[in-house]
């Protein structure tokens, strides 16, 4: 401010909608940079998050959702028979380059007597590549989860495969809330469970017929915890949380 007002500095920027640097040198220093590219790298990986879920749904053998597929479009260029979840295999991978921003953008931060040019040539390519890159995946996501196809009746299959054990955690509660121990209580469950698990009988009935779990939970109260509607009782909230966030 040798030359200049600070008055004529916040005159300026508040034209553009824009504040001062609170403290700068002959530049803004590099941790305001260091944590925007920090945050496209955590969104990116969210991204990637959302996006292996959906690939893990399209495996067959777990085949509760897949990506939408066209009429004639290719899922292999040798197998016909493919349907490959091209797009989100595609995020994942951008969700790394993306993230490949974030250590330049740490590193950036210390500079000679708080001024040299080393951090230029890093950032002419990491900020618009890493903001265009993250842009193209937010539009790209948003696509693939309007057109996601989900296979309910698949869902409860996979459940249904468990044999029950999925309830396992309720039954737990159940008797700890009957004032059992929770150490006990796990005994009792794991011993049913295992057998189940081993084929020696469906979860549920083996839960029925022990004489120690019956003489604390009655016929309804383990059938209870195998409702889905009751393990699914507070999922309402839960969205509403996630499109009421900011």
Known sequence: ????????????????????????????????????????????????????????????????????????????????????????ENLCGLGRVVRAAVVPGLENVALWHERDISHSSAERMMLPDATATLAFMLDRLRGVVADLVVYPDRLRQNLDQTGGLWASEGILLALI??????????????????K????????????????????????????????LNHALAHVDTIIDRVLEGD
């Not at 809330?177 to 295992?194: H, S, T, W």
């Open 1 to 88: 401010y040798a030359h200049l007002s600070p008055a004529i500095e916040a005159e300026a920027l508040g034209s553009l909608g824009l504040r001062p640097e609170t403290a700068s040198t002959q530049v803004v220093a590099r941790d305001r940079h260091a944590a925007y590219v920090s945050a496209l790298g955590i969104l990116a990986a969210g991204i990637e998050r959302l996006s292996t879920n959906v690939r893990h749904w399209q495996r067959t053998e777990v085949g509760e959702a897949e990506e939408h597929f066209k009429k004639g479009q290719k899922g292999s260029s040798a197998m016909p028979h493919k349907r490959n979840p091209v797009l989100t």
């Open 177 to 194: 809330g009957k004032g059992l121990g929770r150490q006990e209580a796990y005994v009792l469950i794991q011993r049913n469970a295992m």
């Open 196 to 227: 189940a698990f081993e084929g020696e009988g469906e979860f549920r009935a083996l839960l029925h017929e022990d004489a120690d779990i019956r003489a604390r939970l009655s016929a309804d109260e383990i059938d209870r915890e195998f409702d």
